[in-house]
């Protein structure tokens, strides 16, 4: 049975991985040993640091070293799967998705889970009815205006429900916003499935749904009108082309102080905290041309099975107590995954009371993404591994190198070739 992720107002929050050495040093775990666990993650500098922080309450408190490698985004998936092969898996990852091919050398986290409360909507249970992972935190997709260019121009941007804008009204107000001001672009997007499914979604669109036939298949028209606007605002004056097809950093490019607004999500609020000083930053409503609709993720955490899993288990268990996950949560942004907790967000505070607001009014399938790549997994129906059809295929549509008919063709097809079903 397909197990739905839904969230209340108040109960989710604002939100992906490395290589480094070594193991126990000395004979075991007698008293004095000095002990190092490797942990793999990605983009906790741009959090914040916050894993690095409780990595160094935990030594304060047990003088185990938590030995952080920070691995590129986009390296992450393939050097985790190469260590799987090599007999090198770290002791513990914060990744972005379970892989086959390690996926049985994972402990099960049903126990930390149940005694530090993580939200039972959030759970997904393998076969064996063993938890292997859950989310570490929440992240939203969502939208950041310059609000220096936008006061500038006289443009409004929603806060509120009632000021709601479609995405035919956001792009008017952007190329406004850009003649009025000279600034560069009028948007910039993260080249990411997880960004395009929320678009895709509030165009009415569920994406791409897997069916009893063991086949994909989407919502023609509601898909074609998506990824149709998406064609077209690729068209280096509303959005600048190189970020999609040629990799250029649009987190940079809106920091530059030169694009109107940003299509990224919540874990970007904590850089922008910190690191934009030449301009005033804000969070905005997204778009919603037929429905409200974002798209939720997070980072996953698993333990390997191998002679310091307990200790590694041990550091999970510690950083979900409710103190130590609340500033966690406080120091990198983190949309929660535990109930009732008293977060302060200090000057970010508006931009996650958004976020929260944005969350409750979306659409169902917002939230379903999740849990449905985690049973596939966890039944055998996916190889796995880096394809992203969705994205490949959204690139060349981006380039001008096919229409909006043979990509979907295409992503479909891509789908169906990385699913097994019995």
Same mark, same amino acid.
């Given at each position: 049975?397909?197990?739905?992720?839904?969230?209340?107002?108040?109960?989710?929050?604002?939100?992906?991985?490395?290589?480094?050495?070594?193991?126990?040093?000395?004979?075991?775990?007698?008293?004095?040993?000095?002990?190092?666990?490797?942990?793999?993650?990605?983009?906790?500098?741009?959090?914040?640091?916050?894993?690095?922080?409780?990595?160094?309450?935990?030594?304060?408190?047990?003088?185990?070293?938590?030995?952080?490698?920070?691995?590129?985004?986009?390296?992450?998936?393939?050097?985790?799967?190469?260590?799987?092969?090599?007999?090198?898996?770290?002791?513990?990852?914060?990744?972005?998705?379970?892989?086959?091919?390690?996926?049985?050398?994972?402990?099960?986290?049903?126990?930390?889970?149940?005694?530090?409360?993580?939200?039972?909507?959030?759970?997904?249970?393998?076969?064996?009815?063993?938890?292997?992972?859950?989310?570490?935190?929440?992240?939203?997709?969502?939208?950041?205006?310059?609000?220096?260019?936008?006061?500038?121009?006289?443009?409004?941007?929603?806060?509120?429900?009632?000021?709601?804008?479609?995405?035919?009204?956001?792009?008017?107000?952007?190329?406004?916003?850009?003649?009025?001001?000279?600034?560069?672009?009028?948007?910039?997007?993260?080249?990411?499935?997880?960004?395009?499914?929320?678009?895709?979604?509030?165009?009415?669109?569920?994406?791409?749904?897997?069916?009893?036939?063991?086949?994909?298949?989407?919502?023609?028209?509601?898909?074609?009108?998506?990824?149709?606007?998406?064609?077209?605002?690729?068209?280096?004056?509303?959005?600048?082309?190189?970020?999609?097809?040629?990799?250029?950093?649009?987190?940079?490019?809106?920091?530059?102080?030169?694009?109107?607004?940003?299509?990224?999500?919540?874990?970007?609020?904590?850089?922008?905290?910190?690191?934009?000083?030449?301009?005033?930053?804000?969070?905005?409503?997204?778009?919603?041309?037929?429905?409200?609709?974002?798209?939720?993720?997070?980072?996953?955490?698993?333990?390997?099975?191998?002679?310091?899993?307990?200790?590694?288990?041990?550091?999970?268990?510690?950083?979900?107590?409710?103190?130590?996950?609340?500033?966690?949560?406080?120091?990198?942004? #983190?949309?929660?995954?535990?109930?009732?907790?008293?977060?302060?967000?200090?000057?970010?505070?508006?931009? #996650?009371?958004?976020?929260?607001?944005?969350?409750?009014?979306?659409?169902?399938?917002?939230?379903?993404?999740?849990?449905?790549?985690?049973?596939?997994?966890?039944?055998?129906?996916?190889?796995?591994?880096?394809?992203?059809?969705?994205?490949?295929?959204?690139?060349?549509?981006?380039?001008?190198?096919?229409?909006?008919?043979?990509?979907?063709?295409?992503?479909?097809?891509?789908?169906?070739?990385?699913?097994?079903?019995?």
């Amino acid at each position: 049975m397909k197990r739905r992720l839904i969230l209340t107002a108040g109960t989710a929050g604002a939100a992906a991985l490395p290589l480094s050495a070594c193991g126990f040093i000395g004979g075991g775990d007698d008293e004095g040993d000095t002990k190092t666990l490797k942990f793999w993650l990605s983009g906790d500098a741009n959090q914040g640091g916050g894993f690095q922080k409780m990595a160094d309450k935990y030594f304060e408190e047990t003088g185990v070293t938590i030995d952080i490698d920070d691995i590129p985004y986009d390296d992450f998936n393939t050097r985790l799967r190469n260590a799987a092969q090599a007999d090198g898996l770290p002791d513990f990852a914060r990744v972005t998705a379970i892989d086959p091919i390690w996926q049985n050398q994972l402990e099960d986290l049903s126990d930390i889970a149940a005694e530090r409360g993580v939200m039972e909507s959030l759970l997904a249970e393998n076969e064996d009815g063993e938890i292997p992972t859950f989310l570490t935190d929440l992240t939203a997709v969502g939208l950041y205006v310059n609000k220096s260019l936008f006061d500038q121009a006289g443009v409004a941007y929603p806060t509120t429900a009632d000021g709601l804008w479609t995405w035919d009204q956001f792009i008017a107000a952007v190329k406004e916003v850009k003649a009025a001001t000279g600034a560069r672009y009028g948007l910039v997007m993260d080249p990411s499935s997880h960004r395009l499914r929320s678009f895709m979604y509030q165009f009415g669109s569920d994406g791409f749904v897997l069916g009893d036939d063991c086949t994909y298949s989407t919502d023609e028209a509601a898909t074609t009108a998506a990824l149709q606007t998406f064609a077209d605002i690729n068209d280096d004056d509303v959005m600048p082309k190189s970020v999609w097809v040629s990799g250029d950093d649009a987190n940079a490019l809106f920091k530059s102080g030169q694009v109107a607004a940003y299509y990224s999500g919540s874990w970007q609020v904590a850089d922008f905290q910190a690191n934009i000083a030449d301009f005033e930053w804000a969070s905005a409503l997204m778009p919603a041309q037929t429905r409200r609709a974002t798209n939720l993720g997070g980072g996953y955490i698993v333990a390997y099975k191998g002679d310091k899993s307990q200790a590694a288990l041990d550091f999970i268990s510690w950083l979900f107590e409710a103190e130590n996950y609340t500033e966690i949560c406080e120091i990198s942004g #983190f949309l929660p995954v535990v109930q009732g907790l008293d977060i302060d967000y200090g000057a970010s505070q508006a931009s #996650f009371d958004l976020y929260n607001d944005e969350i409750a009014a979306s659409a169902p399938v917002s939230a379903e993404q999740g849990n449905s790549a985690l049973e596939m997994v966890y039944k055998g129906q996916t190889a796995g591994g880096d394809a992203d059809p969705l994205k490949d295929e959204a690139v060349k549509l981006a380039n001008g190198e096919q229409d909006v008919a043979t990509t979907i063709a295409n992503i479909i097809a891509g789908l169906n070739e990385n699913i097994t079903c019995e």
